[in-house]
């Protein structure tokens, strides 16, 4: 993978999670939204090259489930 095509994957990838975990982190979306939001991820990963998957998937679970707890935790719906 070209080296600026990956870094602004991560960048993208890195948002992306920043921003459903904010919205977490408030109560502000529910555990099912979290889900598929992060299905979504997970979907787009798969079409990506397997290297570059391969390198960011071990961070990638501990990641995820770090939002679904505060999704639990923190959804207002509740």
């Known amino acids: 993978?070209?080296?600026?095509?990956?870094?602004?994957?991560i960048a993208s990838l890195h948002a992306s999670l920043h921003s459903i975990r904010m919205l977490?982190?408030?109560g502000l979306v529910s555990p099912s939204d979290v889900d598929a939001s992060?299905?979504?991820?997970t979907e787009s990963l798969e079409k990506a090259s397997s290297d570059f998957v391969a390198?960011?998937?071990?961070?990638?679970?501990p990641i995820f489930a770090e939002?679904?707890?505060?999704?639990?935790?923190?959804?207002?719906g509740n």
Do not use: V
């Not at 992060?38 to 991820?41: K, N, S």
């Open 67 to 76: 939002i679904k707890q505060s999704a639990a935790r923190n959804w207002q």
């Open 24 to 26: 977490a982190n408030q």
């Open 55 to 61: 390198l960011i998937q071990p961070s990638l679970d």
């Open 38 to 41: 992060l299905d979504g991820i």
């Open 1 to 9: 993978m070209d080296e600026n095509l990956f870094s602004l994957s």
